[in-house]
């Protein structure tokens, strides 16, 4: 049942509740100005368009979302993939992208695949939020170091024509040198003092955010400057007035070229969204409903693009900040998204004058932070294979995608799990061991009667696909003086199609030796699944034994029997 948190929390709702979020969601919104602006300017897209998606669908993520404090708006995690589909397919493109990928998020939530987010390894999430850290600083080198990008003649990097600044890192990287020569030292003087206030402010002020006081001071000196014949570049003309809703092209040409686009950014928003509420989580101790939360961000990537505005998800900064100042209900977001509004109204003429040099030290500051270098080190202190998941992410999402990143990413991931879980499984003869009562390394010592011609092999962790090898190599093992086979299953509580696949050829194997297959301890995963595939008729239900000594007892009779034959 969808259910908004803003719905719970209007219950028991208090003015001095209210008074925390009035005060919470008025600083938040004041925070979020500057971000949303960086935001779009990093996505290639106008000033404008950050701060409608910041009004919009911050508005909705908190009226119909599944958290209490969570803020949603636009995030540097959307910098990349927007780039490009602007660059391809144009501002008209991301509104449908951004729909459709509402629409598939409502899906999600609504089919409650919230919990699947959960499954994405932290490899991964390190490696594709560092590898987008990455990208957002590599868009930002021009306008840090105030250079003149001239495509008046087309630019050919690495055998393709360029009419204007390349969306893919190698040959962005590459037009950035041939334009280097092109350096204003006036903007490459303010980007590097406004990035070093940055990390200084950060390390000893905690409660006022320093992008605000950077953009904010920036923009003073530039207008001061700009009077004595100084200039740099600005964000442009802000609207004071909110845009007329407008349906984007829904042709079936444009939704099949822009369906993949859509995946990608309903992916990384359900991702993005669910991170930040689990953070949020911790903080406030409470927790929020992931599948409620998805539609709520649903809702709100439909709304934005239809009032000018592109993707957004919950961001971690901002729902941190009304968090520390004192948020306790959604009441907060909506008031963060009405702050903004009113600064849209009488205060955007004043936006425009913020100087591109600021805010890309406010989005390099943005990319160290996204980076997660403490994370990083952890990690590359740990095991080769997730040295080699958060690599491969990495690298795929700078130089290809961010979801083939991703897709390949989990490739890897499996690979390695499965590997892990072989290197775990076994399948051990224990005849001896058992028989004389020796303790194993994990297990109590256990002595059994164990009749002459009977042998007992347990399986230790799953039977499939990649650990059917070993069962067979142990099965091929039992000798002809042995007329039963006790397969211990007590520590594998799964069992697939390969699994199965083995049990039969291990019967027809024993069976052309004579040997009875018993099974022992079989758990309800894998008893089920005999049940259902038949199985468990084929091998004989009275072989199928709860316990150790409930198939001991069973061996004894069927050799007593073949004895008197």
């Not at 028991?12 to 602006?37: C, E, M, R, W």
């Not at 805010?359 to 080190?377: C, D, E, Q, R, T």
Request: hydrophobic share 50%; charged share 15%; proline share 4%.
């Amino acid at each position: 049942m969808f259910k908004p948190a803003l719905i719970t929390s209007l219950k028991h709702y208090s003015f001095q509740t209210f008074l925390s979020d009035l005060i919470a969601g008025v600083i938040v919104g004041i925070v979020a100005l500057p971000l949303a602006i960086a935001f779009a300017i990093a996505s290639g897209v106008p000033a404008a368009a950050g701060i409608f998606t910041a009004i919009f669908a911050g508005f909705c993520i908190s009226a119909f979302g599944g958290s209490t404090v969570q803020i949603g708006g636009p995030t540097g995690a959307f910098a990349v993939i927007v780039y490009g589909i602007v660059n391809q397919f144009g501002f008209s493109g991301l509104a449908t992208a951004t729909l459709m990928a509402g629409i598939l998020l409502i899906l999600l939530g609504v089919f409650k695949m919230g919990g699947l987010v959960k499954f994405i390894p932290y490899t991964i999430v390190t490696g594709f939020t560092a590898g987008i850290a990455v990208t957002i600083a590599a868009g930002q080198l021009v306008n840090f170091f105030g250079l003149t990008t001239d495509f008046s003649s087309p630019l050919v990097i690495l055998g393709e024509e360029y009419t204007k600044m390349p969306g893919d890192f190698l040959p962005k990287m590459i037009a950035f040198g041939h334009f280097f020569s092109t350096i204003d030292f006036y903007s490459f003087t303010m980007a590097a003092v406004s990035l070093v206030f940055l990390f200084v402010w950060n390390h000893f002020i905690k409660k006022i955010p320093g992008s605000l006081i950077v953009i904010v001071l920036a923009t003073v000196i530039s207008v001061i400057l700009g009077k004595h014949g100084i200039t740099t570049a600005t964000i442009g003309e802000i609207p004071t007035s909110l845009p007329k809703p407008c349906l984007p092209d829904f042709s079936i040409k444009t939704i099949s070229a822009l369906f993949p686009t859509a995946v990608s950014i309903a992916v990384l928003a359900a991702i993005e969204s669910l991170l930040s509420a689990a953070v949020a989580d911790g903080m406030i101790g409470e927790k929020h409903d992931s599948n409620t939360e998805l539609i709520g961000q649903g809702i709100a990537n439909i709304v934005s693009p239809l009032f000018g505005g592109i993707p957004a998800t919950g961001a971690i900064a901002r729902t941190a900040t009304n968090i520390k100042n004192g948020g306790k209900t959604p009441v907060a977001g909506i008031i963060h998204a009405l702050t903004l509004l009113v600064i849209l109204l009488f205060a955007g003429k004043y936006a425009s004058l913020i100087p591109m040099a600021a805010l890309s030290a406010v989005l390099l500051n943005v990319a160290w932070n996204m980076a997660g270098f403490p994370a990083i080190k952890v990690l590359l202190k740990g095991q080769k294979s997730d040295i080699c998941v958060f690599t491969v992410t990495f690298l795929i999402t700078i130089f290809i995608d961010l979801t083939v990143a991703i897709e390949v990413g989990l490739g890897f991931a499996a690979f390695f799990f499965i590997k892990k879980m072989i290197d775990l499984s076994e399948v051990q003869n224990k005849r001896e061991s058992l028989t004389n009562g020796i303790a194993q390394s994990d297990m109590p010592a256990e002595k059994l009667d164990i009749p002459q011609g009977a042998l007992i092999y347990e399986i230790d962790g799953p039977l499939f696909f990649g650990t059917v090898r070993k069962f067979e190599v142990a099965v091929e093992n039992a000798g002809i003086n042995y007329k039963i086979l006790i397969l211990r299953m007590r520590n594998t509580i799964y069992l697939d199609a390969g699994g199965i696949k083995a049990l039969e050829q291990a019967k027809c194997a024993c069976d052309r030796k004579g040997i009875k297959i018993i099974l022992s301890g079989i758990h309800t995963q894998p008893y089920m699944l005999c049940e259902k595939t038949g199985m468990a008729d084929k091998l004989g239900r009275e072989n199928i034994c709860a316990n150790i000594n409930d198939a001991l007892d069973r061996a004894r009779k069927i050799l007593e029997t073949k004895s008197k034959i």
